[in-house]
């Protein structure tokens, strides 16, 4: 099995990457190949809602210019993702909004091919906004019916320089829990595949509220 992991920050190896690390830590210890994409010093273009991508079923993006066809695939690829961002104005970073907003609508107009993979989201913080911007990754993860582990509160980090999140005891403790936590889900979903029957998907239902 595998996780890839997204980092949304600027900085290669600032405190989003140590919280992704520590989580990766755990899952390497039960034998979860892992993999971190660093998305956040890319300039990336915004979704532009041309419905292309659902139109083309080809499960890419017409935009041109940058790697996020190649990161779908490998999102498609693993069995888990992990989305890691800053927070900035309490809020994600900019450029892994606009990646997120590409890949998720390019896998849900394409038979939701995260659908049922194990995800989760861990933020990064100096002071506050760290739950708004956790609540904001989620909206992805439960958008298409991933499996999303939990830990023992709420998968923020905090620190300043790079580095400065170790020193956040509780922190580690919270990564580290659900590092572990998000190896047993993956494990538990392997295991089942076989005996456990997976519920059929059910086409979306669009409902407009203006008359």
């Known amino acids: 099995m595998k996780v890839v992991a997204i980092n949304g920050s600027p900085h290669k190896k600032g405190n989003t990457y140590h919280a992704i690390n520590i989580v990766f830590n755990e899952l390497e210890k039960e034998g979860i190949e892992t993999e971190i994409i660093h998305v956040g010093h890319k300039a990336i273009s915004s979704c532009i809602a041309c419905g292309m991508c659902a139109k083309n079923q080809d499960e890419k993006c017409i935009i041109?210019?940058?790697?996020?066809?190649?990161?779908?695939?490998?999102?498609k690829e693993a069995d888990g993702i992990l989305l890691g961002s800053p927070v900035h104005y309490a809020s994600l970073g900019g450029n892994l909004k606009s990646f997120l907003d590409r890949a998720f609508y390019v896998a849900g107009a394409n038979k939701s091919f995260f659908r049922h993979k194990v995800g989760a989201s861990v933020v990064a913080v100096r002071r506050s906004g760290g739950l708004p911007t956790f609540n904001e990754l989620n909206n992805y993860l439960s958008y298409c019916e991933m499996l999303i582990p939990t830990s023992c509160y709420w998968n923020v980090i905090h620190g300043t320089k790079p580095g400065d999140a170790l020193e956040d005891k509780e922190g580690v403790q919270i990564m580290r829990v659900l590092g572990k936590n998000m190896a047993w889900l993956m494990k538990l979903v392997e295991a089942g595949k076989s005996t456990v029957k997976e519920p059929e998907k059910e086409e979306k239902e669009w409902t407009s509220f203006i008359r």
């Open 64 to 75: 041109k210019g940058d790697d996020v066809n190649y990161w779908i695939q490998k999102m």
